[in-house]
Structure formats: C-alpha cells, structure tokens
C-alpha cells in the first residue's frame, strides 16, 4: 500500500510538472507568436517559406492558418459572438470581404506610421484598414492537352470542345468575378447572375463538374478530371510548379483584377507583431521572391520588378484599367446568389 | 446494470456523464435555443417555418436520408460477405479480415475520399474496367455522380457495419447450424433461417453508425459529390462560412440530428424488439 501511495505521489509530481511545464511553453509561445489566415495552396506554401523566416528574424513566430476568405469571417464572427479572442490576429481579404469585416467590426483601421514600406506602396495600394499585398489577376485556366486555348467566357459555354470539362466552383471571389464578366456577356451587366444562373440551368449537360472551391479545382485539374476552371495568374503559376500541363489565358472581353489586403483583427494578441507581419509582406525583400516563379504575385512595392511571365500579362501602368467589381453590392447580394447558384446547380 | 449501480457502480460512471453533459448536452442545448430565439425570422420556430417552407430545402433533407439508406444497403451487401468469412474461416482468416477491416480506419477519412477520386476518375481504372466491358463509353466519369458517392462511402462506412457483425457473429453457437444441417436445411436455408436472424442484433448497431456517419460525411459528399450533390452538412457549413446566417445553420443542425436522429432511434427500438433480444 505504501509503496502504491509513494508511486501516487510520484504520478502526482509528473502530472503537476508536466502542466507547469506546457502552461510555461505555452505562456512562452503566446509572447511574440502570432496566427494569421492565408489563403490555402500556393499563398500558403509562399508565406511561410519567404514571410515566416522574415519574422523569425525579429523573433516572432509566425503561424499560418490556411482559409478561405469567407471562412476566415466566420470563424472570426464564430469567436467574437462567443466571447472568445478572434482565431487569426490578421486576416487577409479581398474588398467584397473586408466590407464585411468592417459591417461586423472584426478589423481595425491601421497606423501606418508603424509601418517601415508604407511609403513604398502606391497610394493604389494603401488602405486604411491595412495595405495591399498583390493584385490577383483572374482568367481561365486550361489544360492544352484536353481542350483548346479558349479566347473567352463566351466558347466554353458553347464549343463542344469544352463539353464535359469546364468546371465552375462556389461562390468563391475568383468565380464572382468570372460570373460577371459571363453576366457582362450574357446579361444585362456584371451583376446580372440571374443570366448567370439560367445559362448554367440550360447548359448544365454542357458544363463538368461544379465543386465548392478553387483548391478543389486544382485538385480536379492535376486528375485530368476537368480541363478548364476560372483562375487566377498564381493558380495556374502553380500547378505549373508542380509540373501539371496548364495554361492561363486573359478573356478578350477584359481581366478581372481584385486587391488582396492584410488587416488587423479587432482583439488580437500582438498589434506590434502583426505590424512586422504586414511590414514584411510589403517588403521589397519579400516581395520579390514571392513574384517570382512558382507564386508570381504581382508586387505592390514600388522597389520591385514585375517577371516576364508576369508582364505577359500586366504592367504597372495598366493595373488601374482593369475590370473592378462592385464589391461592395456583391457582399449585398452574395447571399441570395448563393441560395440561387445552388438551385441552379443541384441534379 | 441496475444492479451494478445499486452496488456502488454510480462514481464510475460519473466522469463519463459529466464529460457528455459539458461537451454535448450543453453545447446541444445551446445550439437548440439559438436556433429557436435567434435570426430575422418571427416566431419561436421561425428559422424552421423558413427552412420547411422552401420545397428545395425539404428536397435536400429527403436526399441527405436517401443517400444514407443507399449506403446503409450498400455497406450491408459488401458486408455481410466479410462477415460470414469470417465466421467460417481459421484463425489465420479471421485475423486477415479484421486486419483487413480496421486497415481503413488506420488512415484518415480524407486520405480515403482522395483514393477514391483517383479510382472514379476519367482516368481511373474503374472508368477503364467500365469502358472494356461496354458497360460505359469514353469519356465517362463516376466522379461527382450520386453512383460514385454511394460506392465511395460504402467502402468508407464498411468497417462500422462488418465489425459490430463480426462481435454478435462470434457468438453464435455453431452446433445450431450443425442441428440445420441435420435436419436437412441447405447452406441458403441456413443463412435465411438461422444465420441471419441471430446476426440481426449485429446488423442494427451497424445500420446505426452507417446511417448517422453516411449522413454527416461532409468531406466525401463535398469531394466525390461535389456541388451537384447538396447535402445538410454541406448546407451548413454554407450558412456558417459562406452567408454567416448562425440561426439558420443551428436550425439546420438541428434538423440534420433530428431527421437521421429519428431512424436511428427507430432501428434501436427495433434492436429492443422481445424477438430480437433472446437472440443475443
């Protein structure tokens, strides 16, 4: 019994370390460590290769959650409405979102005096709620060895060619924005999805398979499964790293462009830290590498030159022209597209 | 069992009920009055009125059932099979099936589903097999097809059901086949007459955890399905994330526990049935 109450009492002493022992590494990992969302894939996958060892530099550890920019608002509005602090100290949207974060009060506006680029970027690129990282550059992807190299929207709705491969995705801002240039086409204009929705319902047997993202697309992509989604440049830049057979090619009828922007969560663990965080993704350093192949963002400091294979199909001076959706009527509307598009979808 | 408590059994199960009851029950309850009290829509039941009041709505409950039942049929004719080799074989045999069996439950749900894409694929070899057996024409493809989500998720599902069959299988006198056989009935009348009805007990258990994981598999009905196939779990986690409605999402939720709540309980009922008890 005695030696049972003294191997109790040992037990006793390892259980009482060992949670001394994780609250301290964790009390230890709480100072100057940070979790920021980031869009999965390739923004991932160059984040915490070129930003996460910026920042280990000046000893803060990066964590990067990889979402969606819808669920990285909910998961926040998810925190927040339980009373518990925001999952992400910084979230990484698109304008349509950040409307959103703004509408729920999940973002704060920025000091960009604590910011050492600021000054880099063009004041295209400075918001008040954080800075503008790249501009993404949407189109469609195609694979050369299953379909043709489509000009538009308009062929791959109608072209037999395309017939059974041509994928569309959820309501993610990558197929809102292919949706209103198809709704430009096909419509009354870019907010239109009524036109959307009712050629999707009479070319149903025409399109492939409809998935909830582009990550699944991706997926598809390398499985020969389907042979063209809605892109963007890094996208395709991607799955060309990976050595898959793709090709991006910019509609006649215009490339829509969206800015990606960082911002700083409403009650977040380390305001300084996620100043360095921002500060580094705007860097000349880190954004060069982060235009360069495989990822080939398009930079938003002024110090850094674009690539050539970025070139083929943006310059500086042209970013301004580009097709900008009303980003602010598609977060109006997104729910009651959403509602519509599963309708349409639906065997 | 009541026994057991009347002789000090209680303080045992004491962490267990609290466990359930701070990790489930309350969450559970919150999550039930939320999405009575919470939302735009009037009413104590607003959020169900709404939801039942759009026929989509109710067509998709009824697919999320149909689809679970078709897996449930599936897992019980892959199934039942194993479980008689089982029954039958050596040592060596039985441990081979249930190596076999707890084999997939080693890896994770996601890595399975993606096995499955490759195999359903345009350019898998189940395509290949269709297409040189005229079955199929090129180019085919079993991927976002209800077919192809049913056959994916009968392979996923099938340890749940062959493994509670296996446990009632095992117990099952084998001189009672041998008095069948004595008394002249066939190897189908066997299975028919004895067989079967004792293994019933063993099927239940697993109809049950078929149903409730075939209902509420999210990652293969979004990978395999895709968004062709509309599910309650896709439908919720689509509130959640995409439209951020949490009232609807909890009635949702709700709905999903309470329609496949509804047929599991009813086949544990039948599990209760007098007939069935003495069988085990």
């Known amino acids: 019994m005695s030696v049972l109450n003294n191997k109790r009492r040992h037990l006793g002493k390892l259980a009482a370390g060992a949670l001394a022992l994780t609250l301290f ?36 550890d990066l964590t990067i959650a990889p979402a969606l920019t819808t669920l990285q608002i909910g998961n926040t509005l998810a925190a927040k409405k339980a009373g518990a602090p925001p999952p992400y100290d910084a979230l990484l ?6 409307a959103v974060a703004i509408d729920n009060d999940l973002i704060m506006k920025i000091d960009p005096s604590k910011l050492k680029n600021w000054d880099k970027l063009d004041p295209m690129f400075q918001t008040e709620y954080g800075p503008v990282v790249t501009v993404e550059f949407c189109g469609i992807g195609y694979n050369p060895d299953l379909v043709p190299a489509p000009s538009g929207y308009k062929v791959l709705f109608e072209d037999p060619a395309y017939k059974g491969l041509v994928s569309l995705g959820g309501l993610s801002n990558t197929e809102i924005m292919a949706f209103s240039e198809i709704a430009r086409i096909f419509g009354d204009g870019p907010l239109d999805m009524d036109a959307v929705f009712e050629l999707i319902k009479e070319k149903k047997d025409h399109l492939g398979p409809f998935v909830d993202t582009t990550t699944h697309q991706m997926t598809m992509f390398q499985q020969n499964e389907i042979g063209v989604f809605m892109a963007c440049t890094n996208n395709v830049a991607k799955l060309q790293s990976l050595g898959v057979n793709a090709e991006f090619v910019a509609p006649e009828t215009g490339m829509p462009a969206v800015p990606v922007v960082i911002h700083m969560t409403k009650g977040n663990a380390d305001p300084d830290a996620v100043y360095a965080y921002m500060d580094a993704a705007i860097s000349a350093q880190a954004q060069s590498e982060l235009t360069a192949p495989p990822v080939e963002l398009f930079p938003t400091n002024s110090d850094v030159e674009l690539t050539d294979s970025i070139k083929r199909f943006v310059t500086k001076d042209k970013v301004g022209s580009f097709v900008y959706l009303d980003w602010v009527s598609v977060a109006k509307n997104r729910d009651e597209w959403t509602k519509a598009y599963d309708r349409a979808v639906k065997q | 069992m009541i026994q057991s408590l009347k002789t000090g059994g209680l303080p045992f199960l004491i962490p267990m009920l609290l466990l359930s009851f701070g990790v489930f029950i309350v969450p559970f309850g919150v999550l039930t009055a939320y999405s009575l009290t919470a939302g735009e829509a009037p009413g104590l039941f607003g959020n169900y009125i709404v939801f039942f009041s759009d026929s989509f709505n109710v067509r998709v409950v009824l697919d999320t059932i149909k689809l679970a039942v078709l897996v449930t049929v599936g897992v019980t004719i892959a199934g039942t099979p194993i479980a008689l080799v089982y029954w039958h074989g050596s040592p060596l045999v039985r441990q081979t099936v249930i190596f076999l069996t707890l084999l997939p439950l080693l890896t994770s749900n996601v890595v399975r589903t993606f096995a499955w894409i490759v195999l359903l694929g345009r350019e898998g070899p189940l395509v290949a097999m269709t297409n040189a057996l005229g079955i199929t024409e090129a180019p085919t493809t079993f991927m976002f097809t209800e077919a192809g989500l049913i056959l994916a998720q009968t392979q996923i599902e099938l340890p749940l059901l062959v493994l509670p069959l296996i446990a009632v299988l095992s ?42 994981s075939a209902t509420t598999n999210f990652v293969t009905q979004t990978s395999i399905g895709g968004a062709r196939q509309i599910y309650l779990p896709q439908f919720v986690y689509r509130e959640v994330s995409t439209l951020f409605d949490w009232p609807s999402a909890a009635a949702i939720s709700l709905i999903l526990v309470i329609s496949t709540g509804s047929v599991m309980l009813a086949l544990a009922m039948l599990a209760r049935h007098p007939r069935l008890v003495g069988h085990v």
């Open chain 1, 25 to 60: 590494a964790g009390q230890a990992m709480a100072e100057g460590s940070i979790v920021v969302a980031n869009f999965p894939n390739n923004w991932e996958d160059a984040y915490r290769k070129v930003i996460k060892p910026i920042l280990a530099e000046q000893e803060i």
């Open chain 2, 171 to 212: 117990r099952v006198d084998p001189r009672l086949v041998e008095a069948a056989q004595v008394a002249g009935a066939g190897p189908w009348r066997i299975l028919a007459t004895v067989l079967l009805p004792l293994s019933l007990p063993g099927y239940i258990a697993g109809w049950i955890l078929c149903f409730a």
């Open chain 1, 93 to 98: 949207l698109s304008p349509g979102d950040t």
